[in-house]
């Protein structure tokens, strides 16, 4: 999981499935996280770290959250 690349499109089927791979991916790189915005329809994770940046979005009418935005 430290070698595992996010791309921008990546599909997850919950959130809950977003959320347990981005703690599993942070723990094993050893990074350090804030969930910055965390609602019923986005989710931008940073790195306290570095850099590094997320923003999910929930598909409408769906319950499917895709990765929308990478900052590496």
């Known amino acids: 999981m430290v070698d595992y690349k996010w791309k921008v499109g990546t599909y997850f089927v919950t959130k809950q499935a977003f959320r347990e791979a981005m703690i599993t991916y942070v723990v094993h790189s050893g990074k350090n996280h804030k969930f910055l915005k965390n609602d019923k329809h986005r989710m931008r994770v940073k790195c306290l770290m570095c850099d590094w940046e997320t923003y999910f979005g ?13 900052s590496d």
Not at 58 to 70: A, F, H, M, V
């Open 58 to 70: 929930k598909i409408p009418d769906e319950n499917t959250w895709q990765l929308r935005r990478l």
